[in-house]
């Protein structure tokens, strides 16, 4: 009978507008995505340079933890690359966290990036 609970649950939670999260093998694939997509960004040069960065962002455990990396990462991209090039970078970045992350986590408009 517990099991009926459970979908009852989250049938309603569904319907009121907040669905279940993402399925374990979506939340692993888009977190190694997400991962090589920020190696990527760095390049060799930037892996080089900032090897704390790097290992960091090689060694996290969730998406979570990515999440919170993007700020590392845009500071190594504006060392390198300049800020207005790391941010468009880090925005495409931040694209892939989509349907990820639990809601509490995603960006929210800034009135400064206008």
Do not use: C
């Not at 700020?71 to 207005?84: I, Y």
């Amino acid at each position: 009978m517990r099991w009926f609970k459970g979908s009852i649950r989250s049938s309603i939670y569904g319907l009121l507008g907040n669905p279940s999260g993402p399925t374990d093998s979506t939340l692993d694939t888009g977190t190694e995505d997400i991962r090589e997509a920020m190696l990527t960004l760095l390049g060799d040069t930037g892996i080089k340079q900032f090897p704390n960065v790097t290992r960091r962002i090689r060694y996290a455990n969730d998406v979570q933890a990515l999440w919170y990396l993007r700020g590392d990462l845009m500071a190594a991209l504006a060392a390198t690359q300049g800020e207005a090039a790391a941010r468009e970078k880090v925005a495409h970045i931040t694209e892939m966290f989509h349907g990820l992350l639990p809601g509490s986590l995603n960006s929210r408009p800034s009135p400064l990036m206008g």
